[in-house]
């Protein structure tokens, strides 16, 4: 939401920080707030309850760190989440094969987005820009497969029945 100039004072700078856990979720979620208090320097003063991300030395990810840390994962999307930097160290030396191994590709079976199943989930949502978040593979099937128009013009004779 736009706010007239000015607004990022001590005191909103303040209160918008104490939304956020660290800095880095700070800056990318209010932008405006998180510039206007390092402009101003009182960035420092505003985030001292914010957590301290530790950061990793250079070569803390070896190969033993990283296969506990993938053996932490049953998908294969979940560990490229949540562990990016053991997942890219890993892809980076070519590991993915020995140490991935267990993972399975995705939720979902080969197979598993019918047309149906695609409809289902496409009638659980209030808008397309959410049935393409929260059902991507399903999105992209039905999107792939013309069904998307097919899905609105019968949900749209539905509602008007």
């Given at each position: 939401?736009?706010?007239?100039?000015?607004?990022?004072d001590f005191n909103n700078c303040k209160e918008e920080a104490l939304k956020y856990e660290t800095t880095t979720k700070f800056k990318k979620n209010s932008p405006s707030a998180y510039?206007?208090?390092?402009?101003?320097n009182y960035l420092n003063?505003?985030?001292?309850?914010?957590k301290t991300i530790k950061h990793n030395?250079?070569?803390?990810?070896?190969f033993e760190k990283c296969k506990e840390e993938a053996l932490k994962y049953e998908y294969k999307k979940d560990f490229t989440k949540n562990s990016s930097v053991a997942y890219?160290?890993?892809?980076?030396?070519?590991?993915?094969?020995t140490l991935c191994s267990h993972m399975i590709e995705s939720k979902k079976p080969s197979g598993y987005w019918t047309k149906e199943k695609c409809y289902e989930s496409f009638l659980t949502c209030e808008t397309m820009t959410i049935f393409k978040k929260e059902?991507?593979?399903a999105y992209s099937k039905s999107y792939k497969m013309n069904w998307i128009k097919e899905f609105q013009?019968?949900?749209?004779?539905n509602i008007n029945n």
């Open positions: 939401m736009y706010k007239p100039s000015g607004y990022w510039s206007s208090a390092k402009k101003h003063v505003i985030t001292t309850h914010m030395p250079i070569g803390y990810w070896s890219t160290t890993i892809s980076k030396n070519k590991w993915i094969d059902f991507s593979r013009e019968i949900n749209n004779n």
